[in-house]
């Protein structure tokens, strides 16, 4: 069977001694910053990009995804133990998670987590990998005109299934997508937007976007409101679930997992939207809970957690098959792909397959050494919790720095990063969600370039994207999606299932 | 008129202010045609449409019914001390060398919090610039020079 054989391919690469350090190296930095409270795993993949550089690319894409879900996983010790989400898509298991904390089964809710979230993680795994060969096979079918229809519909998805203002998010979008042309024009070869600085001439830095926005603004949000921590330290508990938590538990991870792999598969989905859904859905579906959702339910661990690992997992499709990065997160992982110089897309899988089943088969060992390294050394992340920020962001930042600036050994990146701190910082003032932003940067260039061609080949008539039949209905469905949402009693809902958690 | 929504208001305005830059600055580039783009035919169409997004934000800034439009107080300590911190290591790498320009990044972002304590900040620079030695020239080999220009050879 082709798939055994590809995923054989792919664990004789991911075996490899050195890929399985990278491995345990990504999952253990990714945690290490994925613990620290306001560090998302945006801003931890963007701090960590450089590492990779000076790896060979299957390599670096296995540590970046190790990077990944172990900065996940340490945003949900954080949102347990000090009721402070590292990560958005954490929010949601702060609710429960911190409660049950507080009653002393801390123990119980991490483990809960830990072991959720790899059942969860095995589970997208095997979806990835089995729906890997026909979504290639789909995206061959693709010209210009698909792509970019498909890339609205991509960037469409993303805006509405984010929380805050639809149009904020698309002017973001935008906004980003203009950022990602400054830099050479690949047709016609003039610099746009460079102002005679030849270090624009190959575009904006796209880990100084990253890490300025992200990184930096977090840091100084972070340092505006100081202090209120409270560490439930001494009290993690015993760390096996008792019967009860187990029985309650299970039935969730396994409909968080159903609901995050389907979610996390759609344009703008991932972690976040999976997290929520599936806290919602555990509301709706348990009776009688006991405890109550919100006052320590096991449930409202196991469900959201499942979830927004198994949609961690499986929103590396769209990006690993098409090319098209469904959320943030992948958009870092796209750019990370093109420093390397391997354009993502259906290609890869044929160019490339032990990097393509190798990374596969790495996120299973990922996520298992994900169950081996944080339950052991969750004693070792709540003695990081206690390190006081005053000595922590100083440090992040000689990190940041030094990383960018061995990306192109150039400091004019370093200066850039910190214009894009500045920026970040007013987006954060002005309340215009960061992630549509480094989504529409990657996607800036592809789109033009489908754009181009579409047009060529059509001789100038823009219809072609009406008369195709691919892509009239993913143009369709973008179009759908902004109707619905624009709908006021789903908007009403949307709200709502954003603020419930407030 | 009254603002409602300075947030929004705001946000509006700085989205237009970036379309309008765009639209701009692509004048000097060649438009082409519909069949054969030149550079500045997408970026012009983008911030065209983040002018007329821009001008939709703003305008609902100030018919918005809410509660909570004011924005935030900007914090220009931390704001100033971060980022000033990572230009100065900017600016100081090449001439003054990883060393000087790391004491730079860490005592001066240190400021920008409220609990400052000296010894700490200290303390705190050499365990970092002993970490980075070790993690980032000896470890990783990175190219960079570690002395300022004078106590080069």
Known sequence: MDLIDNLALGFSTALTFANLAYAFAGVLIGTLIGVLPGIGPIATLAMLLPMTYSLEPTSALIMLAGIYYGAQYGGSTTAILVNLPGESSSV???????????????????????????????????????????????????????????????????????SGSLVKAIAMIVLGLLLGLVGTDVNSGVARFNFDVPELADGIGFVSVAMGVFGFAEIIANLEHKGQRQVFTDKVGKLLPNRKEFMDAWPAVLRGTALGSVLGVLPGGG???????????????????????????????????SANNAGAQTSFIPMLTLGIPPNAVMALMVGAMTIHNIQPGPQVMTSNPSLFWGLIASMWIGNLMLVVLNLPLIGIWVQ??????????????????????????????????????????????????????????????????????????????????????????????????VVIVALPQISRTREEAFHEVD | MQIRDAKDFWSGVMFAGFGVFFVVFARQYDMGTAARMGPAFFPTMLGGLLLLLGAVVAIRGLTAQTKDGRVDRFHFKPLAFVLGAVVA?????????????????????????????????????????????????????????????FLRD
Not at chain 1, 428 to 443: D, N, Q, S, V
Request: charged residues 10%; proline residues 6%; positive net charge.
């Open chain 1, 384 to 481: 990081l919790l206690k390190v006081p920020y005053r000595l922590l962001y100083p440090a992040i930042l000689v990190f940041c720095c030094i990383g960018v600036y061995s990306i192109n050994n150039n400091s004019f990146d370093v200066l850039m990063t910190a214009a894009f701190g500045a920026l970040g910082y007013l987006f954060y003032k002005l309340r215009c969600e960061p992630a549509p932003l480094i989504l529409g940067f990657i996607l800036g260039p592809m789109m033009e370039e489908n754009l181009r061609r579409a047009m060529l080949l059509s001789r100038g008539d823009p219809t072609v994207f009406f008369t195709r039949p691919l892509s009239l209905t993913l143009l369709l469905m973008a179009a759908a999606l």
């Open chain 1, 92 to 162: 949601v298991t702060c609710i429960d998670g911190y409660q049950m904390a507080r009653r002393g089964r801390a123990g119980a809710a991490l483990a809960t987590a830990a072991l959720g979230s790899f059942f969860a993680g095995t589970v997208g795994t095997l979806i990835l990998a089995a729906l890997a060969l026909p979504m290639v096979e789909l995206a061959f079918k693709f010209g210009p005109a698909e792509y970019f229809s498909l890339m609205v519909l991509g960037l469409i998805g993303a805006v509405v299934l984010a």
């Open chain 2, 89 to 149: 290591f900017g600016l100081l790498l090449r001439p003054g060398g990883l060393l000087v320009s790391l004491a730079a990044l860490v005592m001066i972002s240190s400021f920008g919090s409220d609990e400052f304590r000296l010894r700490d900040v200290l303390l705190l620079t050499v365990f970092l610039a002993v970490l980075v030695m070790i993690v980032f020239i000896y470890g990783l080999g990175m190219t960079v020079p570690v002395l300022p220009v």
């Open chain 1, 271 to 305: 972690a976040l939207l999976a997290a929520f859904a599936a806290y919602t859905v555990e509301k709706k579906v348990t009776r009688n809970p006991d405890p109550p959702f919100g006052q320590g339910n096991i449930r409202g661990v196991a469900a959201p957690e």
